[in-house]
């Protein structure tokens, strides 16, 4: 099997399913390590992606839109030798992996299921506020969400270098519309913290209108970034488990 470099396999035993993860705006495929190691303690061979600007991939040309980024991840791997998929996407994360499941789909890849984590459906984004760009903004955004290290954000040459990846996502964010018709086959499950103050509830539900197969909406204590306290749990259930 062929895939680049940055795209991280955590191996579980040859199971017969595999689990893509594609980490939040501004995320590095480092922050999703936990995670992807309790899927592969789950029997799961665990993938995550690497999005330009960043760690491995900062000086990869960031792509203009969503979906140029999910066909870049789509074609850095031989996905149709480690199927059938299952997708994993945090905050911005989940709409990547919609558009890479569209892809994989056209392909003949078979996608089982989509876990939409803390991210808005779809249809949802095009009639939202903008996210911020300048950098003011964007540390402030931050600061907000949690998620960073606060200790970090005095590091002058860590946050130039967070910005310019953050900024990138948030761009090609802004610029994505996606019309409620458009579906999917994969399963559909969304899954958010109960104390979330960026994502409705209302938005994790619109992602019903994106599947034609199963949907589910399952709640954890937490914020933003409830998976961190919730990583055994969450692992157990993308897994099957």
């Given at each position: 099997?062929?895939f680049q470099p940055w795209i991280k396999r955590f191996p579980g035993g040859g199971a017969e399913a595999s689990v893509v993860v594609?980490?939040?705006?501004?995320?590095?495929?480092?922050?999703?390590?936990?995670?992807?190691?309790?899927?592969?303690?789950?029997?799961?061979?665990?993938?995550?992606?690497?999005?330009?600007?960043?760690?491995?991939?900062?000086?990869?040309?960031?792509?203009?839109?969503?979906?140029?980024?999910?066909?870049?991840?789509?074609?850095?791997?031989?996905?149709?030798?480690?199927?059938?998929?299952?997708?994993?996407?945090?905050?911005?994360?989940?709409?990547?992996?919609?558009?890479?499941?569209?892809?994989?789909?056209?392909?003949?890849?078979?996608?089982?299921?989509?876990?939409?984590?803390?991210?808005?459906?779809?249809?949802?984004?095009?009639?939202?506020s903008p996210l911020p760009t300048t950098d003011r903004e964007l540390v402030a955004d931050m600061m907000d969400l949690g998620g960073?290290?606060?200790?970090l954000l005095d590091d002058e040459d860590f946050v130039e270098l967070l910005l310019m990846a953050v900024r990138a996502d948030y761009?090609?964010?802004?610029?994505?519309?996606?019309?409620?018709?458009?579906?999917?086959?994969?399963?559909?499950?969304?899954?958010?913290?109960?104390?979330?103050?960026?994502?409705?509830?209302?938005?994790?539900?619109?992602?019903?209108?994106?599947?034609?197969?199963?949907?589910?909406?399952?709640?954890?204590?937490?914020?933003?970034?409830?998976?961190?306290?919730?990583?055994?749990?969450?692992?157990?259930?993308?897994?099957?488990?």
């Amino acid at each position: 099997m062929t895939f680049q470099p940055w795209i991280k396999r955590f191996p579980g035993g040859g199971a017969e399913a595999s689990v893509v993860v594609f980490p939040h705006a501004g995320g590095a495929a480092a922050a999703y390590r936990s995670f992807a190691t309790a899927l592969s303690a789950n029997g799961v061979d665990a993938y995550i992606v690497q999005y330009p600007q960043r760690a491995d991939r900062l000086t990869h040309p960031a792509p203009a839109t969503i979906e140029e980024l999910a066909a870049e991840l789509y074609e850095a791997g031989q996905w149709d030798r480690v199927g059938p998929l299952r997708l994993f996407g945090h905050c911005m994360g989940a709409v990547v992996a919609f558009e890479f499941a569209r892809i994989a789909e056209r392909h003949g890849v078979e996608v089982g299921e989509l876990w939409a984590s803390a991210g808005q459906a779809p249809s949802t984004i095009a009639g939202s506020s903008p996210l911020p760009t300048t950098d003011r903004e964007l540390v402030a955004d931050m600061m907000d969400l949690g998620g960073t290290d606060p200790r970090l954000l005095d590091d002058e040459d860590f946050v130039e270098l967070l910005l310019m990846a953050v900024r990138a996502d948030y761009e090609a964010f802004n610029r994505y519309s996606c019309e409620p018709g458009v579906r999917i086959r994969a399963d559909i499950h969304a899954v958010g913290g109960r104390d979330d103050h960026r994502i409705e509830r209302e938005w994790l539900q619109r992602w019903d209108s994106h599947t034609d197969g199963t949907f589910t909406l399952s709640l954890f204590d937490g914020g933003h970034f409830y998976l961190n306290d919730h990583t055994d749990s969450v692992a157990k259930m993308v897994s099957g488990q």
